[in-house]
């Protein structure tokens, strides 16, 4: 089943806010050393700037992003800002990386309401967890499926509301989207 990425762009056009909750790109296996530390793989590189170039052919580009302090989080965002250029005000947050979902939610409250499009870059299972709690129970149940699935590298979730991010609760936003590199 293929996705029509014209159809997933005006769907999130239809909303004045727009949430995109990322994993990080493929890393490299974890080994003895710090979680934090563990870096990209060059397949990893490869999906940050495939994500990224396709969220800005889509118009998604974010307004601001906040990214989960560990290497592998940095070192995505870092190849998506070489597509998106400075337009996106980047927040790094270590809460991101040991927070849970209160650290996504947080993020939400705390983003202004000029911001229109909002990118979480974190990990698994946070990332995952969050969206099926922000996902409202009319979201569509396929979609809802991949999430029980939990999130493969560089995959992510689009949402829409009206509501401004800082107003978002559990269960508030339309769950878009879920979409992993290979379908961009």
């Known amino acids: 089943m293929g996705v029509k990425m014209s159809k997933v762009?005006?769907?999130a056009h239809a909303y004045q806010y727009v949430l995109i909750v990322m994993r990080h790109a493929k890393?490299?296996?974890?080994g003895n050393g710090d979680d934090r530390q563990r870096q990209l793989t060059d397949k990893g590189v490869k999906q940050a700037k495939v994500v990224a170039k396709g969220l800005s052919d889509l118009d998604l580009v974010p307004d601001r992003i906040a990214c989960s302090g560990a290497d592998r989080t940095r070192q995505t965002l870092d190849r998506m800002l070489k597509v998106f250029g400075d337009k996106p005000k980047v927040d790094m947050r270590q809460s991101l990386y040991e927070g849970g979902v209160q650290s996504v939610l947080d993020e939400?409250?705390?983003t202004k309401t000029k911001r229109k499009v909002l990118m979480v870059l974190g990990h698994e299972p946070t990332v995952s967890i969050s969206c099926q709690w922000l996902a409202t129970s009319d979201s569509d149940p396929e979609r809802l499926d991949l999430l029980n699935l939990g999130m493969s590298p560089a995959n992510l979730a689009i949402f829409g509301s009206n509501e401004p991010f800082k107003d978002w609760q559990i269960h508030s936003a339309t769950l878009l989207a879920v979409l992993g590199?290979?379908?961009?």
């Open 9 to 11: 762009a005006k769907r």
């Open 27 to 30: 890393a490299e296996a974890f």
């Open 108 to 110: 939400l409250k705390s």
């Open 181 to 184: 590199p290979h379908d961009f």
